[in-house]
């Protein structure tokens, strides 16, 4: 199965910070990854798809981006919502998997 | 607007066996693939099966292959999750989820709330 290998495990950062976090696949998945949120409680929600793409009525201060088998998902302003647990998830071939988890926690 | 709901799950004994269900609505349901994904408690998501749209094909992680079976009935937009031989490891919230296209492969954009099993003597 593919690893998908998510950095870091937990950040801090303040509101109006700029957060990136990184996936790396074990082998070349072109651009098929997702990144997800959760927050504690809830259902994971889709916010990028293919790499870079912004899913349907999610803010434009998410983004994504690839370069090889590294993926980014970027915050540009955090904002108080913003703090939850991401989750990178690569659809290339099955099984799918999942990155470990970023939480992302108030500073 | 969609709206799954995942029914069936509970405490069982280890080696037992445990249907979940996931009733979907709002879009449809015959045109899209199903996944079940798993979270145990304080982990990360593990995503577990998947059927596609027309039964065609079927995919599972290793840890379930033999032991769990994903199923669907278009007439009635449910998606199921027959698990047996069950260990306490399988112990999770059970999410059941939509492939983001239509009569294709993708990610998976719309999700149920949950159902926890427990698997425990």
């Known amino acids: 199965a593919i690893q998908m290998t998510q950095s870091p495990s937990s950040l801090s950062a303040s509101v109006g910070d700029r957060v990136t976090i990184t996936c790396r696949a074990s082998?070349?998945?072109?651009?098929?990854l997702a990144w997800y949120q959760q927050k504690p409680g809830q259902a994971p929600e889709l916010l990028i798809y293919?790499?870079?793409s912004l899913q349907s009525g999610v803010p434009s201060r998410f983004s994504g981006s690839a370069s090889g088998t590294d993926f980014t998902l970027t915050i540009s302003s955090l904002q108080p919502e913003d703090f939850a647990t991401y989750y990178c998830?690569?659809?290339?071939?099955?099984?799918?998997?999942f990155g470990q988890g970023t939480k992302v926690e108030i500073k | 607007q969609v709206q799954l709901v995942e029914s069936g799950g509970g405490v069982v004994q280890p080696g037992g066996s445990l249907r979940l269900s996931c009733a979907a609505s709002g879009f449809t349901f015959s045109s899209h693939g199903m996944h079940w994904v798993r979270q145990a408690p304080g982990k990360g998501l593990e995503w577990v099966a998947f059927i596609r749209y027309d039964v065609s094909n079927k995919y599972y992680t290793d840890s379930v292959k033999g032991r769990f079976t994903i199923s669907r009935d278009n007439s009635k937009s449910t998606v199921f999750l027959q698990m047996n031989s069950l260990r306490p490891e399988d112990t999770a919230v059970y999410y059941c989820?939509?492939?983001?296209?239509?009569?294709?492969?993708?990610?998976?954009?719309?999700w149920g709330q949950g159902i926890l099993v427990t698997v425990s003597a």
């Open positions: 998830l690569q659809d290339y071939t099955y099984p799918w998997t």
């Open positions: 082998q070349g998945i072109n651009i098929d």
């Open positions: 293919d790499a870079s």
């Open positions: 989820a939509k492939d983001r296209v239509s009569m294709g492969f993708g990610e998976l954009d719309y």
